[in-house]
């Protein structure tokens, strides 16, 4: 069974300096990974997407992930935060299965950036 | 703006009354969904469609229905609203089962 857990549910960080959300995941298929944003009161936006092909992903607003099949981990990284990153971020794993995929997100890391 | 829309907003309901919950999309998408998103539980599905006509039972199925009559249409039924309903509800869609998903901005549900 697939699932994924992100191990920090808060992470506070300084305006400039490196946000890491980290994301293990366990998938019996060949799974496809997603980071997600959720600003206060919206929907989830995509960040980015790993779907088989290269192991780093570049996302929007200066995000990336890299995809680790050895630690099954899929961490998102920024090198310097901004004010405006400050929302909750979901780790987010999907297994092909027949014509039905099935997607399980993790639980959120609600990231705080200070001025 | 291509996307998704929700309705209503937000809605204060009384135990025991009925209430559908309004989703539309414009990016002709085969796929739609609803979850659930509470705190400390993160999102949790309800109901999904694969294609207009066919529905089926996600992790949290019990005391919502859904219909997909159309391509564009997902509304989302509670028949007997219970306070443990009380939640954000998220309507979503993507052209397959497996694709990125693009969500509404939710339906804030408060059940007394």
């Known amino acids: 069974a697939q699932s994924v857990t992100q191990l920090d549910s808060h992470v506070s960080v300084s305006e400039g300096t490196p946000v890491l959300l980290r994301c293990n995941y366990s998938s019996s298929y060949s799974p496809s990974l997603f980071w997600y944003v959720q600003h206060p009161n919206k929907g989830l936006q995509l960040l980015l997407k790993y779907t088989s092909a290269a192991t780093l992903v570049k996302g929007i607003n200066g995000f990336e992930a890299e995809f680790k099949k050895s630690e099954t981990s899929f961490h998102l990284t920024k090198p310097s935060a901004h004010m405006s990153d400050a929302a909750e971020y979901f780790c987010?794993?999907?297994?092909?299965?027949?014509?039905?995929?099935?997607?399980?997100f993790g639980k959120g890391t609600k990231l705080s950036v200070k001025p | 703006i291509a996307g998704i829309t929700q309705a209503p907003t937000s809605q204060i309901l009384a135990a025991g009354r009925r209430m559908t919950l309004r989703c539309t999309q414009d990016m002709r998408h085969n796929a739609m969904y609803w979850y659930r998103q509470d705190l400390g539980l993160g999102l949790r599905l309800i109901h999904y469609?694969?294609?207009?006509?066919?529905?089926g039972k996600g992790e949290v199925p019990d005391g919502y229905s859904v219909s997909r009559a159309n391509t564009d249409d997902f509304p989302l039924t509670l028949a007997s609203a219970v306070p443990s309903q009380t939640s954000v509800y998220f309507c979503?869609?993507?052209?397959?089962?497996?694709?990125?998903?693009?969500f509404g901005d939710g339906t804030r549900l408060s059940i007394l």
């Open positions: 469609s694969n294609t207009a006509g066919t529905t």
């Open positions: 987010v794993v999907s297994e092909k299965k027949g014509s039905q995929g099935n997607l399980i």
């Open positions: 979503a869609s993507s052209d397959s089962g497996y694709q990125p998903q693009h």
